[in-house]
C-alpha cells in the first residue's frame, strides 16, 4: 500500500538518497536543497510504502509571474516505476497546490505523459522560458492563464542545474 502525504525534514535524507539514484547524478538534489534554503518550495510531497520514501514530488515559485509554481523533479524508485506512483503524485500535488491558491503550473517534460494530467503544450499561453517550448507545458488553474503571455523567471537554483 502507497500513501502520499507531505514531505517533512525527517524525509530529506530519504529524499535525497531517492533523487540521487532516480536521476543517477546530483544535479536535482543540489537544486531542490538551494529551492528549500531559499523559500521557494511551495508544496513537497513523499509517496511511502512499508515506511520507507519511494517517490517524490516538488513544486516551487516562480520569481515571475506571481502565484505560478513550476513542477520539478519528480520521481519514483526505479523498480516501482510504471505502476502508477508517479502519477498520483502528479495527481496529489496539481490538488495541493491548486487549494493553495496557485494561479498555474509548468513542467518542462514530455507532452505525451503530462498532457494526461490537463498540461497543455503549444496551446494559445505565450510563455517567454529558458527550457524549449515543445517541452514547456501548463496546467492553467486561474481562468486567464490558459491564454496568459508570460515570461517565466525560474528561481535562481533553476539556472544553477
Known amino acids: 500500500m502507497i500513501s502520499i502525504r507531505p514531505a517533512t525534514p525527517d524525509d530529506y535524507l530519504a529524499v535525497s538518497v531517492l533523487v540521487v539514484s532516480a536521476f543517477g547524478q546530483p544535479n536535482e538534489e543540489r537544486m531542490i536543497e538551494a529551492l528549500r534554503a531559499g523559500g521557494h518550495v511551495a508544496c513537497e510531497l513523499v509517496a511511502v510504502k512499508d515506511d520507507e520514501v519511494v517517490g517524490y514530488i516538488c513544486f ?31 495527481r496529489y500535488g496539481l490538488d495541493a497546490v491548486r487549494q493553495d ?16 494530467f490537463g498540461f497543455v503544450f503549444d496551446g ?38
Request: hydrophobic share 40%.
Open 60 to 90: 516551487s515559485r516562480f520569481n515571475s509571474p506571481e502565484g505560478w509554481v513550476a513542477l520539478a523533479p519528480v520521481c519514483v524508485r526505479t523498480p516501482l516505476q510504471g505502476k502508477g506512483i508517479g502519477a498520483e503524485l502528479v
Open 101 to 116: 491558491q496557485a494561479k498555474a503550473v509548468i513542467v518542462v517534460g514530455g507532452p505525451e505523459y503530462y498532457a494526461r
Open 124 to 161: 494559445p499561453a505565450k510563455l517567454d522560458t529558458i527550457y524549449p517550448q515543445q517541452f514547456t507545458g501548463i496546467y492553467p488553474i486561474a481562468p486567464e492563464t490558459a491564454s496568459a503571455e508570460e515570461k517565466l523567471v525560474y528561481p535562481a537554483p533553476f539556472e544553477e542545474v
